[in-house]
């Protein structure tokens, strides 16, 4: 049972938009900063938005993170092919003093 | 560029202790605010947070393999390690090593933490299995 909870699959059409929710407690998303990784089939997964919204260098602006209380979002724009992955959220627990994981959507474009 | 990557047996026996290294290339092991740390994943399973160490030796550990997990740092070396005893079946995953940003401000509630693993190495399999 993963400390954040994500839902365990979305799916979308090609060019179009998908969000992938990720819902955790106060001492967790609600007091600390978000991020976002993206784990392609085989590979280790990739920081994809930190501090909530922020973008790595090289990742493209259809990829967006926002968050409101104990909840963070992750969009995702203009859909590809390319996209579909496993998509994980992450946050300090300022409780537990550890990180915690979401466990995991798979995205599929249909 | 700075990459990691994971070295250790591939089987382990239960009961037994797993070791797995972790080496840093092309960077410092040394930078502010930056953990050094492992996550696994079992096999079509989730990520899984276990532990991260600052190059002073501050270490962070997942309540949940606290009692079982040790993690060391050789800073000389530019590497980091990781035990855990007492391994079943179930601790069968990918094991990764990742680089950890993990600063603190003080704000109007308390304390808030940035958080996030920004440079992964790719991974190694343990099996446990006898």
């Known amino acids: 049972q993963s400390v954040l909870t994500q839902p365990p699959s979305v799916s979308g059409a090609p060019r179009q938009k998908v969000t992938i929710s990720c819902s955790g407690s106060s001492s967790n998303i609600g007091k600390n900063y978000v991020s976002w990784y993206q784990q392609l089939p085989g590979t280790a997964p990739k920081l994809l938005i930190y501090?909530?919204?922020k973008r790595p260098s090289g990742i493209p602006d259809r990829f967006s993170g926002s968050k409101s209380g104990t909840s963070a979002t992750l969009g995702i724009t203009g859909l590809q092919t390319g996209d579909e992955a496993d998509y994980f959220c992450a946050t300090w627990d300022s409780s537990l003093s550890a990180g915690v994981f979401g466990g995991g959507t798979k995205l599929t474009v249909l | 560029q700075l990459q990691l990557q994971e070295s250790g047996p591939g089987l382990v026996k239960p009961s037994q202790t797993l070791s797995l290294t972790c080496t840093v290339s092309g960077g410092s092991i040394s930078g502010s605010s930056y953990y050094w740390g492992w996550i696994r994943q079992p096999p079509g399973k989730g990520l899984e947070w276990i532990a991260m160490i600052y190059y002073s030796g501050n270490t962070y550990y997942s309540p949940s393999l606290k009692s079982r997990v040790t993690i060391s740092v050789d800073s000389s070396k530019k590497q980091f390690s990781l035990r855990l005893n007492s391994v079943t079946a179930a601790d069968s995953a990918i094991y990764y090593c990742?680089?950890?940003?993990?600063?603190?401000?003080?704000?109007?509630?308390?304390?808030?933490?940035?958080?996030?693993?920004?440079?992964w190495g790719k991974g190694t399999t343990v099996t446990v299995s006898s």
């Open positions: 501090d909530n919204n």
């Open positions: 990742a680089r950890h940003l993990h600063d603190a401000n003080l704000g109007l509630t308390g304390r808030y933490y940035y958080y996030y693993m920004d440079v």
